[in-house]
């Protein structure tokens, strides 16, 4: 499928043309999260079946729906579940939804994702604010800016250094501070692979040397679709497993596990990213 401007538009000119909302922050659930949209006040629910041009969420702990509404006063559209690459989406489909965003008038983007950790000094369950991602797909080709540049939305070659907002971190940071969830709060580099097979032992190994503290399947594709279209992003991936780097290891990695850690910190993330969206000017 090939998207282009207007087909972008004619979504976002539906969903504006079904709720008189007009949200300034965007947030995209990942993996067992969805359960932040449910805190919305005034909800308008859109089934991603119903919205012109939408993909449809294979996966489960992805409900899929867009939910608009208010959240702490801030009016905000919220993604209750996601699209990745290996449900056989291509990288335009997968970020479909951030230019509409854009499109509608969103300004911050805020995602969450599910990740293994590879930083052996952090736990399941830990919350990693991302400073930093490697998009190892978009690396080898697979990037979803690729094709002729659409300079409605953005330039052609796009910085990428400056991805995660510092300004939005120092402000998760003192919110964190303010929870008092500092223990279980880290910093650090989210690296995406395709999946939807976990690492093997030596894989796991590599991506550490490369310099990355969680793996997971999202997240890096939509950030450089929102960069592109001058969002500001933050993000949050939350450890809901350890990486398997032991050879001799009788750990294995499994999505049943993954949704109950989800489960586990569920309503600390939420607390915590209502609170910070409270603040965005
Ligand atoms: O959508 P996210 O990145 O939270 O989902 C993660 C990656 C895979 O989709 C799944 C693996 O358990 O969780
Ligand atoms: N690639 C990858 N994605 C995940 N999502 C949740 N846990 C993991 C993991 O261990 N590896």
């Not at 991302?130 to 990037?143: A, F, S, T, Y």
């Amino acid at each position: 499928m090939k998207q282009c401007y207007e087909d972008y538009e004619a979504t976002a000119d539906w969903l504006r043309s079904k709720t008189a909302q007009r949200p300034k922050v965007a947030i995209i659930c990942g993996s067992g999260l969805g359960g932040l949209a449910e805190l919305l006040h005034n909800k308008v629910v859109f089934p991603y079946k119903d919205i012109p041009l939408f993909p449809q969420t294979t996966v489960e702990g992805h409900q899929g729906q867009l939910v608009f509404g208010t959240l702490e006063g801030q009016q905000c559209v919220c993604m209750q579940g996601r699209f990745h690459t290996y449900e056989g989406y291509d990288l335009k489909q997968v970020t479909y939804p951030v230019r509409v965003f854009s499109l509608l008038g969103v300004k911050t983007l805020i995602l969450t994702n599910a990740s293994g950790g590879l930083n052996s000094s952090y736990k399941v369950g830990d919350i990693m604010l991302i400073k930093d991602q490697i998009n190892l797909p978009g690396l080898v080709g697979n990037n979803p800016l690729c094709g002729p540049n659409e300079d409605r939305f953005g330039e052609r070659f796009l910085c990428m250094s400056d991805a995660y907002d510092s300004d939005l971190i120092a402000l998760a940071q003192q919110t964190a501070e303010e929870q008092g969830i500092e223990e279980f709060m880290q910093k650090g580099v989210y690296c995406m692979v395709s999946g939807p097979t976990y690492e093997s032992v030596t894989e796991g190994r590599a991506l550490r040397t490369l310099g990355a503290d969680t793996v997971g399947m999202s997240t890096a594709l939509e950030v450089v679709v929102a960069r592109h279209c001058g969002l500001r992003v933050l993000g949050f991936s939350l450890i809901t497993n350890m990486v398997v780097t032991e050879y001799d290891s009788k750990q294995r990695a499994n999505h049943a596990e993954v949704l109950e850690t989800t489960r586990m910190r569920t309503q600390v993330l939420e607390g915590l990213v209502t609170k910070i969206v409270a603040k965005i000017q």
